[in-house]
């Protein structure tokens, strides 16, 4: 049922934001040297390794970490990166990942490849066995602002407790957080 759901709902989203999609292509394009998209080596189910795409709001020079462990993470922003990320229109082209069966709507956020913290914590606690999402128990509980150790209990608090209802009121909540613009610190 979950993956009929993702299915649907990203074709159905892909459609209705194919607009705003091609604009922000086009601004990534416009203000920046480089590819459009980003396709970042992410952590998936199982801990099986598999790029993600993202709308680039780094420079092309940016180091391969996570945004925290750059020190300044706004010196290697494009002139559009800020916005893109506060709005989480960034995010839109993991539509694919979901269609790909990569992700789905709502599970842990994908950790980075090299986040070797992170993936321990949440192979040792089982979460690793969820596919991850664009939206998720600790995104809508916190987002960047949260320390992975907490983020994995939320994390583990989902595995524990996911169900269609509570996937919908995950979604529910994520939109209210977007449109707020809460949570984000890059």
């Known amino acids: ?69 750059l020190g300044n993470p706004d010196q290697w922003l494009t002139p559009v990166g800020k916005f893109l990320r506060k709005s989480s229109l960034d995010e839109l082209p993991q539509l694919w990942s979901i269609i790909n069966g990569d992700m789905s709507i709502v599970g842990p956020r994908p950790a980075l490849f090299n986040q070797d913290d992170l993936i321990a914590l949440r192979t040792e606690k089982g979460v690793h066995v969820l596919t991850p999402g664009l939206t998720g128990w600790a995104q809508i509980n916190g987002r960047d602002e949260l320390p992975i150790p907490m983020k994995v209990e939320y994390d583990e608090w989902y595995l524990k407790h996911h169900s269609c209802k509570l996937d919908l009121k995950i979604i529910m909540l994520t939109f209210i957080k977007v449109i707020k613009k809460e949570g984000v610190t890059h």
């Open 1 to 69: 049922m979950k993956r009929f759901f993702d299915l649907f709902s990203s074709f159905t989203a892909f459609i209705f934001l194919s607009i705003p999609m091609l604009i922000t292509a086009l601004a990534v394009k416009l203000t920046s040297q480089g590819p459009t998209l980003y396709w970042s080596d992410r952590v998936g189910k199982d801990n099986i390794i598999f790029k993600m795409p993202k709308f680039r709001t780094m420079r092309t020079d940016t180091p391969a970490v996570a945004t925290h462990l």
